[in-house]
């Protein structure tokens, strides 16, 4: 499968400059249409046909207290695809060390971590592609 989405991805990106180059000279005056068809067909095809082949998401309970810099890091080391596969989002409220609720948004590169209102046990949630859940589970020293 991950031979395929690259060849996928490859040849898309491939008409897409030869496009880009050949329409250089009217690019201002039909961009707009052009663009929107082109970029809606992409989307539409990628993401329906392959929705469920590429997102994965991970979750957990658990009862494990931390401290806000510990969720802070590990959303940091998230980024490290070769170990954790791609991430495109995680969010979860967890029990702080510290008597308080710890929430977390994270995208690529935004890690955002609060304090925020209590839950009855806290919750994890990584979603991304080909995403390595044991070593997920680890990172946040979850039991499974």
Known sequence: HDEDEEEHEHHHHHDHDEDEEEHEHHHHHDHDEDEEEHEHHHH???????????????????????????????????????????????????????????????????PDVRHGSAITIG???????????????ELFSIKK
Do not use: N
């Open 44 to 110: 539409h095809d990628h993401h329906h046909h392959h929705a469920d082949e590429i997102f994965q998401s991970w979750g957990a309970e658990t009862a494990r207290k931390y401290t806000t810099e510990e969720i802070q890091s590990i959303l940091e080391a998230l980024q490290d695809e070769e170990k954790y596969g791609t991430i495109l989002r995680a969010k979860g409220i967890v029990a702080g060390t510290d008597g308080q609720w710890i929430h977390y948004d994270y995208v690529p590169g935004m």
């Open 123 to 137: 919750r994890l949630c990584v979603i991304g592609a080909g995403i390595k859940e044991d070593a997920i589970a």
